[in-house]
């Protein structure tokens, strides 16, 4: 049983397009993340939620909109896809920022 | 808000060597530190951890040191074989209050 998993683990779309990625857990875990990894591997957090509770928004465009049905859900739709959005976007899950980070693995996003 | 940095961005040692792989973090109220191991290809994954009140904790072949005055902590992996090459991330956090802030990563090549 995959405990994290996201879809589409490839895209590839020019820019402008609207795309979205899809993360579930099935871990019980009440906390989810998105982080985005750059071409030179920086993990950067964007986005924290706790119960479905948007916590954490760091500095990220607005055309970025995360959705949480349920907490083993977390959804990422980007809006207006530009260059640097180039990135492999990754969900992971724990319990109340506690504890180990499980990933997914991994949306590997191309823009053209 | 926290921030972790990660020293050295690339390192190389000949197959049974150490390898050494050092962060320092800002928030003095951090008090979780794990390691993640991110091979080629593949999502982060953690292969070990340590919290405020430890100073140091192995498992087998890798051990981490805190120094919580200096506000330091380091990774260190003995022995090592050409399986241990991949990108390894440190990252703080205090427990329950905080997501993980990870350092900007180290690329880790061990030849053979």
């Known amino acids: 049983d995959t405990a994290v998993s996201q879809t589409p683990k490839y895209l590839v779309t020019q820019m402008g397009n609207d795309k979205s990625i899809k993360c579930e857990q099935n871990?019980?875990?009440?906390?989810m993340y998105w982080y985005k990894q750059d071409s030179k591997k920086f993990l950067k957090i964007m986005f924290s939620?706790?119960?479905?509770?948007?916590?954490i928004n760091e500095t990220v465009p607005n055309r970025f909109s995360p959705k949480s049905p349920d907490k083993a859900h977390l959804n990422l739709h980007i809006n207006s896809l530009e260059l640097g959005d180039s990135a492999v976007y990754f969900c992971?899950?724990?319990?109340?920022?506690?504890?180990?980070?499980?990933f997914g693995e991994g949306s590997r996003l191309t823009v053209l | 808000g926290e921030n972790v940095e990660q020293h050295p961005s690339t390192l190389s040692v000949q197959e049974g060597d150490s390898a050494v792989i050092k962060c320092t973090y800002s928030d003095s109220a951090s008090n979780y530190f794990p390691w993640y191991k991110q091979e080629l290809g593949k999502r982060p994954q953690l292969i070990i951890d340590?919290?405020?009140?430890?100073g140091e904790k192995k498992d087998q072949r890798i051990a981490v040191t805190l120094n919580k005055t200096a506000k330091h902590f380091s990774l260190h992996i003995t022995e090592t074989q050409p399986e241990d090459s991949a990108v390894y991330f440190c990252a703080a956090s205090i427990t329950g209050n905080t997501p993980l802030v990870f350092g900007k990563g180290t690329r880790l090549s061990v030849i053979a």
């Open positions: 871990l019980g875990h009440d906390t």
């Open positions: 992971a899950s724990n319990q109340g920022w506690t504890g180990e980070l499980f």
């Open positions: 340590i919290r405020s009140n430890v």
């Open positions: 939620y706790n119960n479905k509770e948007l916590i």
